[in-house]
Nanobody, 125 residues
Framework: QVQVAESGGGLVQAGDSLRLSCAAS????????VGWFRQAPGKEREFVAG?????????SYVDSVKGRFTISRDHAKNSVYLQMNSLKPEDTAIYYC?????????????????WGQGTQVTVSP
């Protein structure tokens, strides 16, 4: 079993930055891919970014955040980060960290086995 927990959300102004953290515990050796998802009210859960847990390779981003968000990982700290710059009101959502086996980053939420509780990001105009 793998446990993940997000932190770092908050209320910011448009154009500001936030750094989300995802702390993993348990049998993290079985994890091959970590992804960030977000869900806004009335919307489906959306893939935001993903990365290979072991190598840091294969970063992937949804088009709407490319050039603004950066995913990274620190294996020694069992942590994954999402640096979010130039935030926009449309980025407002609950952000979730998720983990899966297999080294291929995918954007399908159902492929991920372990989920955090979510952290709220609110961006005011």
């Amino acid at each position: 079993q793998v446990q993940v927990a997000e932190s770092g959300g908050g209320l910011v102004q448009a154009g500001d930055s936030l750094r989300l953290s995802c702390a993993a515990s348990g049998r993290t050796f079985s994890t091959a891919t970590v992804g960030w998802f977000r869900q806004a009210p009335g919307k489906e859960r959306e893939f935001v970014a993903g990365i290979s847990w072991w190598s840091g390779d294969r970063p992937s981003y949804v088009d709407s955040v490319k050039g603004r968000f950066t995913i990274s990982r620190d294996h020694a700290k069992n942590s994954v980060y999402l640096q979010m710059n130039s935030l926009k009101p449309e980025d407002t959502a609950i952000y979730y960290c998720a983990a899966k086996s297999g080294g291929i980053v995918v954007d399908r939420a159902g492929a991920y086995d372990y989920w955090g509780q979510g952290t709220q990001v609110t961006v005011s105009p």
